[in-house]
């Protein structure tokens, strides 16, 4: 697979995963005293679904780079994906004239 074709594709995955994550974590953590809980472990699950990409798709990080640096290099993609979700779904819910 190409390397352009390994972007695009971890890079389309990951903001799709990251949009999905959200309500889905959501779903999972709705009770009381939860609620707090719902954005780190978006994170945390974000992270590591960022890591195998990173590990899966070389692509995603520096040519020639060991497996524990695309790990962390993908991890940060990964956290990336998921504040984007966050701010789609903020945007969707507030709009651009906030709440």
Do not use: K, Y
Request: charged share 5%; hydrophobic share 60%; proline share 7%.
């Amino acid at each position: 697979m190409s390397p352009s074709l390994q972007r695009a594709l971890g890079a389309v995955g990951l903001v799709t995963a990251g949009i999905l994550s959200l309500p889905v974590v959501a779903s999972v953590l709705d009770g009381p005293g939860a609620e707090n809980w719902i954005i780190p472990v978006d994170l945390l699950l974000m992270a590591g679904i960022g890591a195998g990409a990173g590990v899966a798709l070389p692509a995603l990080t520096t040519p020639g780079a060991p497996t524990g640096r695309r790990a962390l290099i993908g991890a940060a993609w990964g956290v990336l994906a998921a504040l984007i979700g966050l701010l789609v779904f903020w945007l969707l819910l507030s709009g651009f004239g906030g709440a």
